[in-house]
């Protein structure tokens, strides 16, 4: 609940005059993490030497899950910067 009662109350004296307002940079902020964590996902590897290989970098999640989370956190940035916030929206019956 105080998460909504903080993200109602998010509002900026530049909102109105600016192309994106506070609420679409928090959304991109939120974006970039995913973005970085979907490349966390595909960090690592283990141990290369000339002598051996290690098939550790195909697993599934560095094959398959953490390229479809950094295109989700893509996708989701393209979303954060078109929202349109109503430049009025506050605190709705006192909530």
Not at 43 to 52: L, M, P, R, S
Not at 75 to 87: D, G, S
Request: charged share 20%.
């Amino acid at each position: 609940m105080k998460l909504r009662q903080w993200w109602h109350g998010l509002r900026s004296e530049n909102d109105s005059r600016m192309p994106l307002t506070l609420k679409n940079y928090v959304l991109m902020i939120v974006g970039f993490v995913i973005i970085v964590v979907g490349f966390a996902l595909m960090a690592g590897g283990g141990n290369h030497t000339a002598e051996e290989f290690d098939y550790s970098i195909f697993s599934w999640r560095r094959i398959s899950l953490a390229p479809m989370v950094v295109i989700a956190g893509f996708v989701f940035e393209i979303y954060a910067i078109l929202k349109r916030f109503p430049v009025g929206e506050g605190n709705k019956d006192g909530k």
